[in-house]
């Protein structure tokens, strides 16, 4: 499957500043990539899709305005989590569509808001 | 949408004994099953999927089924190990996208 990364790993940031998590694909032409939350003991729920060279497609009850998605090329999206507070807390995972059906995820991003 | 039920919650087996996860969706137009195994503070990695043109696929000691009639599919893993144990995760299709059951978090004794 394919190798995706995410950078950072884990990150701790104060309330009201931003925060960017970047998510690459090492190997394979993402033209579409998912952005995933999940709460601890809890199961991934989408946040978002997001496809190359144009706007993200949010889901329900997610604030497009709060978590910025950027998809500038094949190889990385990049998720900026705007005004953090401590209840944005979570583990963020992104994914990239393999073309039929399949996804193959990063390792996560660990985001602490204090 | 597409609903996608996990059981059980948590599951227990001895080293070398069978393990059975199972989920049932509710959209009759999915096509695609995966299963992801999440370690703790990783990402969730895909162990083996299935598609609906197909009733049973194996990979050593990993196995799922489908009944697509039935709207349900299962993993099985044989011979367990303690590296098994993990977060199990169902998964079914809506159109490109995915919906996740609960998760299911198997612990293999020793």
């Known amino acids: 499957g394919a190798v995706v990364s995410q950078h950072p790993s884990r990150v701790i940031c104060k309330s009201g500043t931003s925060v960017k998590i970047e998510c690459r694909s090492l190997?394979?032409?993402?033209?579409?990539m998912f952005w995933y939350r999940q709460f601890p003991k809890q199961s991934l729920m989408l946040m978002a899709t997001?496809?190359?060279?144009?706007?993200?497609?949010?889901e329900q009850g997610v604030e497009k305005d709060k978590f910025l998605i950027n998809h500038a090329s094949l190889t990385l999206s990049t998720l900026t989590v705007t005004s953090a507070h401590p209840e944005d807390s979570s583990f963020y995972i992104c994914?990239?569509?393999?073309?039929?059906?399949?996804?193959?995820f990063g390792p996560g991003t660990r985001l602490t808001v204090t | 949408g597409e609903n996608v039920e996990q059981h059980p919650s948590t599951l227990s087996v001895q080293e070398g004994d069978s393990a059975v996860i199972k989920c049932t969706y509710s959209?009759?137009?999915?096509?695609?099953f995966p299963w992801y195994k999440q370690e703790l503070g990783k990402g969730p990695q895909l162990i083996i999927d299935?598609?609906?043109?197909?009733g049973e696929k194996k990979d050593q000691r990993i196995a799922v089924t489908l009944n697509k009639t039935a709207k349900h599919f299962s993993l099985h893993i044989t011979e367990t190990q303690p590296e098994d144990s993990a977060v199990y995760f169902c998964?079914?299709?809506?159109?490109?996208?995915?919906?996740f059951g609960k998760g299911t978090s198997l612990l293999v004794t020793p």
């Open positions: 190997d394979f032409q993402a033209t579409t």
């Open positions: 998964a079914a299709n809506s159109g490109y996208a995915l919906n």
């Open positions: 299935i598609r609906s043109n197909v």
């Open positions: 959209d009759s137009a999915s096509n695609y």
């Open positions: 994914s990239l569509w393999g073309g039929s059906y399949e996804q193959y």
């Open positions: 997001s496809n190359e060279g144009s706007k993200a497609t949010y």
